[in-house]
Each structure stands twice: as structure tokens, then as C-alpha cells.
């Protein structure tokens, strides 16, 4: 792969340590001989806007999978691949582990590294048939029943076509990086990342399909609420929307990719994701 030579480091604020852990970092790319052009906390102005302007080549993340989440929603459009360290509980997306990371991020400079591209979908808001608005999406689109606790009524078209109707709490349309997270909370499959498929996963259905379904390469799918009280969604656990009824969500593969720095092999995926599921790291007193 390319040598990598200028860099940008991004942590979380609010994980302790982390920005410790991150000078660390800077210091030892800089001793290997790189340039740190960009450092700071995820949301931090200065480093969004050279994200924007492509002013490194490679994004060092440190936190858990919800910073790697807003990294991935930054540097998708700039086309800057990322890699990360875990200071989290999961880590699904994180590459190194805190005892890592001195070995291997210096592989990057010498294009000792994989690229790993991972699909994302762009959830489009429609009432009446006129656009109001779309997201770019690295996990699941999540469509709900807001405050009141009862379920909704929804329908599901897969290309125009009509595929189920739903009662259920609600509906998610996850990327195979996202059916790892709530779908899989959720009952759904779980999909290996270099998928370009669409899951389809109901939230405590009543009386109505509760298998999860995966869709063919490059299928669109329309969820559409029918409901007398609130109904939400949500891109990626962010602020919810609220919907009205007849309102639908369209969800497609967007034309945007996210693409991650891996030094494991292929199958550290599957050896990864057997610990998690042997153990819950985020229960108490689990190693």
C-alpha cells in the first residue's frame, strides 16, 4: 500500500486518559519521522475543518466505536481512511488495542498496512413526496414510536415492491458494519464488513414477521409509518426526527464509502467478534 506520511490524531474527550494516550501517539509518529498536521477532540472545529480540506492522508482515532462513528461520518467525504485505537468496551471498528498501537501504526508509514471499504447508505425524509432532507449513514437507520409506548404500523418496499407490513416498536435498516450494533441487539444477523447488502431488522414485533432480512446488492428500501401518535427516526443514535403519518424513509447505498486502515488479517473480523460474543466486555467484572 501507499506509505503514509501526514497524519491527523482525534480522541474523545471524555474518555479517560484519552487525550494522554493521544500526545503519545503524536509524539511517536512525529520521532518516526511523520507529520501530525491535525490534533484535538472529535468535534473540535480546527480539526473538522482540515478533515474538510484533506490536509493529512490518515486519521489516528482514539476512543470507542461511537468516535468512530462521527470520524467515519467526517472523513467519508474527504475519502481519508482511519484506523483505531480502542478505549472503549466493544471496539467492533477499533484495529489496536492500547497495547498495540506503539507497534503497528508505525507499519503505516512504510505502506505496511490493508484497506479495508465499508458500504454506507443515504437515508432520505419524504412527506407528500417532496425531500426533507438526508443522511449519511455508517450503522442503521432506525425508524420507531416516539415517547408514547405503544407500537406502530409500517410498511416495507424493496424497490417499489411491497415486501412486509409491520406493529412493532420499529424497524432498522442496517449496513453489515451496523449489524453488529443495534440489529444485533435487535435479533438480526449478523453480516462480515466487506458486504454491500442492506439488513432488515423489526424491534419487538407484534404478531407480525420477526426474522431479519437481508437484501441483494444495491436494493432501496422504503419504510413507511402509519401511525395516530409519534413515530421517530434516527441516523447512527443521533438526535431523533420526528415523522407524521404517511411520512417515509428512504434508505439506498450511497455512493460514499468508508475505508479503515487494518494490520490484521481478514480473519481477525470473525476471532474478534468470538470473544465478544463469549463474553459481554461491557458486564461488570468480564476480562
Request: include cysteine; aromatic fraction near 6%; charge should be negative.
Amino acid at each position: 500500500m501507499k506509505a503514509l506520511n501526514r497524519f491527523g490524531i482525534a480522541y474523545n474527550p471524555q474518555v479517560k486518559d484519552a487525550e494522554n494516550i493521544a500526545g503519545r501517539v503524536s509524539q511517536l509518529l512525529e520521532e518516526e519521522g511523520a507529520q501530525v498536521i491535525a490534533y484535538g477532540g472529535i468535534q473540535e472545529k480546527t480539526l473538522r475543518s482540515k478533515i474538510k480540506e484533506r490536509k493529512f492522508e490518515a486519521l489516528v482515532v482514539l476512543g470507542g466505536d461511537g468516535t468512530m462513528l462521527r470520524a467515519s461520518h467526517l472523513c467519508a467525504p474527504a475519502e481519508i481512511p482511519i484506523t483505531g485505537i480502542n478505549l472503549g468496551s466493544f471496539g467492533f471498528l477499533m484495529e489496536l488495542q492500547t497495547d498495540e498501537w506503539q507497534e503497528y501504526l508505525p507499519k503505516m508509514m512504510g505502506g505496511d498496512y490493508r484497506i479495508e471499504t465499508r458500504m454506507l447508505l443515504k437515508a432520505e425524509h419524504l412527506r407528500d413526496g417532496v425531500s426533507r432532507g438526508s443522511w449519511l449513514v455508517v450503522n442503521e437507520v432506525v425508524v420507531c414510536r416516539g415517547q408514547h409506548v405503544r407500537p406502530i404500523r409500517m410498511e416495507a418496499d424493496v424497490d417499489g415492491f411491497h415486501m412486509a407490513s409491520y406493529v412493532a416498536d420499529g424497524l432498522i435498516a442496517s449496513t453489515p458494519t451496523g449489524s453488529t450494533a443495534y440489529a444485533l441487539a435487535a435479533g438480526g444477523a449478523i453480516l462480515p464488513p466487506d458486504l454491500r447488502n442492506i439488513i432488515i431488522v423489526p424491534i419487538a414485533p407484534h404478531l407480525s414477521p420477526d426474522q431479519s432480512i437481508i437484501l441483494s446488492e444495491g436494493s432501496c428500501v422504503t419504510m413507511r409509518v402509519h401511525t395516530t401518535h409519534q413515530a421517530v427516526f434516527s441516523v447512527d443514535g443521533h438526535i431523533p426526527v420526528i415523522m407524521e403519518n404517511e411520512d417515509l424513509v428512504r434508505v439506498s447505498s450511497s455512493d460514499l464509502n468508508s475505508s479503515y486502515i487494518r494490520f490484521h488479517d481478514p480473519g481477525y473480523f470473525y476471532r474478534n467478534l468470538n470473544r465478544f460474543l463469549e463474553q459481554n466486555p461491557s458486564l461488570p467484572n468480564s476480562r
